[in-house]
């Protein structure tokens, strides 16, 4: 199993960009389809985006759509997730997931990151 560390969370302000890293420790990280997923004050963990093994393909929620970029260095094991134009509704704890499906569910996560605050004030 893969072990999960993001970082790059911060307090922004509206407009702004953050770009959030997920390193990955362990041989097999590129054999994992990879994604974010983000939980905000008294809701539910919801999916962000995804990516596959291999970085070709990608998947966006409406949310995040034209707004986020999700990618990966399987050379690094590395997983990164570029946000632009920052809203006060994206503020939230945002983890990195490892599963076997680029649009997973929080039911298919094999590995969870311990999370990453991003914080958009207005």
């Known amino acids: 199993q893969v072990q999960l560390l993001e970082s790059g969370g911060g307090l922004v302000q509206a407009g702004s960009s953050l770009r959030l890293s997920c390193t990955a420790s362990?041989?097999?990280?590129?054999?994992?389809?990879m994604g974010w997923f983000r939980q905000a004050p008294g809701k539910e963990r919801e999916r962000v985006a995804g990516i596959s093994f291999d970085g070709v393909v990608t998947h966006y929620e409406d949310s995040v759509k034209g707004r986020f970029t999700i990618s990966r260095d399987n050379a690094k094991n590395t997983l990164y997730l570029q946000m632009n134009s920052l809203k006060p509704e994206d503020t939230a704890v945002y983890y990195c997931a490892a599963a076997w499906s680029v649009v997973m569910t929080t039911d298919e996560v094999q590995s969870w990151g311990q999370g990453t605050q991003v914080t958009v004030s207005s």
């Open positions: 362990g041989r097999f990280f590129s054999d994992y389809q």
